[in-house]
């Protein structure tokens, strides 16, 4: 099964309006912490925003907030205010565990690819 | 303060042929891991070294090896190259906190490898 499941393969916004980014995931750990990130064509992953499983508020950085609801075990991510240099790919990852032992492994979703037109 | 580096950007290799891949992480970091990233299977983890000693690995076959030295700098090994080793290797790296699950990693802009 799936870990980390991004069901839009491609969203299309419209300048200055705000967007949501969808992901699901899968876990049976009481910790774990999700992540953004962003990867232009350019291929570099940015890191965007951050949500721990026991954090009662829902994230936010800016213009990127996250809508975070663990009973439904989902993560999706906000763009307010799209911006021509939000076009990018979008993953969704997922750090499983309290972090002691594994903080390189993150396991990713599929994608979302961005375009936000003029 | 200087981002993950890794070198060289690009590759283009021999089927057979092996390669290795450096990465330098930010000043600081000690953990230090690998992705392999492809159009059809996306991100995967490959593996992750914390002071000079492999901590996880992926499923990935012995063909793919990595190592870690003092200084945090990391290197990986391809060995007999195959087509589908084409991809874009990410290196990341990480600062720990200890018993918090909230440091992100930060990656490198990668090392497109081309098997021909």
């Known amino acids: 099964a799936q870990k980390i499941t991004q069901t839009q393969p491609g969203m299309f916004v419209q300048e200055k309006e705000a967007v949501t980014l969808d992901c699901t995931y899968d876990t049976s750990d009481q910790s774990y912490g999700l992540f953004w990130y962003k990867q232009p064509s350019s291929g570099e992953m940015i890191f965007l925003i951050y949500q721990g499983s026991y954090d009662e508020q829902n994230a936010t950085e800016g213009r990127y907030s996250l809508n975070f609801q663990k009973a439904r075990k989902s993560a999706n991510l906000v763009i307010s205010a799209s911006q021509l240099g939000d076009s990018a790919m979008y993953f969704c990852a997922m750090r499983e565990g309290p972090g002691g032992t594994s903080y390189g492994k993150l396991t990713f979703g599929q994608g979302t690819i961005l375009t936000v037109h003029p | ?116």
């Not at chain 2, 690009?10 to 159009?39: A, D, E, N």
């Not at chain 2, 990410?90 to 490198?108: D, I, Q, T, V, Y």
């Open chain 2, 1 to 116: 303060k200087a981002g993950v580096t890794q070198t060289p950007r690009y590759l283009i290799k021999t089927r057979g042929q092996q390669v290795t891949l450096s990465c330098s992480p930010i000043s600081g970091h000690r953990s230090v891991s690998w992705y392999q990233q492809t159009p059809g299977q996306g991100l995967q983890f490959l593996f992750e070294y914390f002071s000079e000693t492999q901590r996880n690995k992926g499923n990935f076959p012995g063909r793919f090896s990595g190592r870690q030295f003092s200084n945090s700098r990391s290197e990986m090994n391809v060995s007999t190259l195959e087509l589908g080793d084409s991809a874009l290797y990410l290196c990341a790296s990480s600062l720990e906190g200890r018993g918090k699950n909230n440091s992100p990693l930060h990656f490198g802009n990668g090392t497109r490898l081309t098997v021909t």
